[in-house]
């Protein structure tokens, strides 16, 4: 029964949310206990994929990629949505260089007291390796500077093509996540700048109120970046311009 009020919120999440950077849902029911989605096609690949295929992904298009995902995460953050699950497979990319975010499967609304919860307390919910500290200790908890640091470790996923985190057992992954800090991505490529490295960093502070305080925080970041490194491509220029930073700050329900 969970699994089906995660679906059909989903796509009433997704409803509300109309960005170049995010996957379009257009249509969604069952059908003779069927559940079907109808979605745009996206021509591209995941970026998991990319990693996979190449080992890493280069600094320019981790950037490009960071800032338009950056800037989808505004988009939902200003209507109260945050997604829970960023990682490199639900991150697409098409031909045009366009990233998209997709799976809103474990997004939720940051305020809505009428909406019935799914997530029990002191449940986990999202992936493992690019969960911050207090979206495994209690996803209800979880806001848009959880998104943020999942962020943050896609993008050292990409840059290094390893995790932030790798040690052998469950009970070390989330020790690891918990109390650690990953070794940074500049000591283990020469090739990545340490003022991305920095901010990559800041983004996956273990303290939510040490981290960049909205996505548009972030998305200016990177984009200075990209400014200054000559990568910022036409996709991530035409979907981010500088962006203005909010002030209201949405409370977190289930």
Known sequence: ????????????????????????????????????????????????????????????????????????LQYAYERSIIHRDIKPRNIMVNRRGVAKLVDFGLAKRLYRPMQSAITSPGEAVGTLAYMPPEQIDNAIIADHRSDIYSLGATMYHMLTGNHPFSEGTFAEFVSAIMEKDP???????????????????????????????????????????????????????SSSTTMRLPRKKPTSTT
């Open 1 to 72: 029964e969970s699994g089906a009020k995660r679906f059909f919120r989903a796509v009433e999440i997704c409803r509300d949310i109309t960005h170049p950077n995010v996957i379009r849902i257009y249509d969604a029911g069952q059908s003779e206990g069927v559940y079907f989605i109808a979605m745009e096609y996206i021509s591209g690949k995941e970026v998991g994929s990319i990693i996979n295929q190449y080992g890493h992904v280069s600094v320019a298009t981790t950037l490009q990629i960071g800032i338009q995902i950056s800037a989808a």
């Open 183 to 237: 070794q940074r991505v500049d000591k283990l490529s020469r090739s990545i700048p340490s003022d991305l490295a920095d901010v990559i960093e800041m983004a996956m502070h273990k303290d939510p109120a040490c981290r960049h305080q909205s996505p548009a925080h972030l998305c200016n970041d990177l984009r200075s970046l990209a400014v200054r490194f000559n990568c910022l491509g036409r996709s991530a220029s």
